[in-house]
């Protein structure tokens, strides 16, 4: 049931906007103060606790982690899409900080990689073996 999904994220998302709003308002911005980041804290919280753990369960249980598994690469596109636009407004200093962290962030996904796939020591191969 998609159904429970969509709720969950609207909720979340409604939620994320009003505290984003406030935080805008709190800070003298006239603007939006990370609402859909705290959406998606929200989301992830609640789709990970044992409250809602009846709605993470059986079919209802596929929409809602089909949309927590879809609403973080739609915020990060949507995030990196208004960035690009903002570097190419910024000239040519926003461009090139934009294209040094892509580099310095492929130039550390091996490194990462390697830390994730660290070898088990004696006690997790213990437990494991048990």
Known sequence: MIVY????????????????????????VEANVGGVGIAMLFLVFASNSEKFKTLTEGSAGSGIKFWSAMYIPIVVAMAARQNVAAAVDGGLLALLAG???????????????????????????????A
């Open 5 to 28: 999904g969509v709720a969950l994220l609207s909720a979340c998302l409604i939620l994320g906007m009003v505290i984003g709003e406030a935080l805008g308002v709190a800070l003298n």
């Open 99 to 129: 294209i040094a962290a892509v580099v310095v962030s492929f130039a550390l996904v091996p490194i990462l990689s390697k830390i994730g796939n660290s070898p088990a020591t004696d006690d997790q191969k213990e437990q494991g073996a």
